[in-house]
């Protein structure tokens, strides 16, 4: 019996779980994508909607998704295996304290002013880089200071957006 018949006599089956489940998580985050972007104009290709960004990328989404289910009926791969909570924690932690710390906030008693690009972009770096297993404080420091000048730079400067970059101690 060749490969191919025992293939044929198997059937459909899932042969990368990891991969089937990444590919219907992609599927879902489209869906939800598309309902949340329903109402927004389209536009045109000569005069862009707000609606056509989020709607593109949940196409996108949606076939990069299709191909990896489908993918994984045909290739193996990997067995689903547990989430890694370290990094759930600290990135989306560090993208809360980067929300909290650009434009400042007030909890009841505690009043944090704005820090700006200046000090929100490394701390989301710093804060982030704890999600690796590899965590080496020298090269992520280096690395926070690079992103943080070059976000500085292309944000502020190059887009002209109106981020704060440092209000406490520049003014700006």
Not at 17 to 44: H, K, R, Y
Not at 49 to 67: E, T, W
């Amino acid at each position: 019996m060749s490969l191919n018949q025992i293939e044929k006599a198997q059937g459909v089956r899932v042969r990368s779980s990891q991969d089937l489940a990444a590919g219907l998580f992609m599927i879902l985050l489209a869906g939800i994508a598309m309902v949340m972007s329903w109402e927004l104009p389209m536009g045109t290709l000569r005069q862009l909607g707000p609606g056509m960004l989020p709607k593109s990328f949940a196409v996108i989404c949606a076939f990069l998704g299709a191909l990896l289910v489908l993918s994984s009926l045909r290739f193996e791969g990997e067995a689903l295996s547990g989430w890694s909570w370290r990094g759930v924690f600290f990135v989306l932690g560090a993208a809360c304290v980067f929300a909290l710390c650009i434009r400042g906030f007030d909890i009841g008693p505690i009043h944090v002013p704005q820090l700006g690009l200046a000090v929100a972009g490394p701390l989301v770096i710093l804060i982030s880089g704890l999600a690796a297993d590899d965590f080496r404080p020298k090269e992520l420091v280096i690395f926070a200071v690079a992103m943080s000048t070059a976000c500085a730079l292309l944000f502020k400067y190059a887009l002209s957006l109106p981020i704060p970059l440092a209000p406490w101690l520049l003014g700006i």
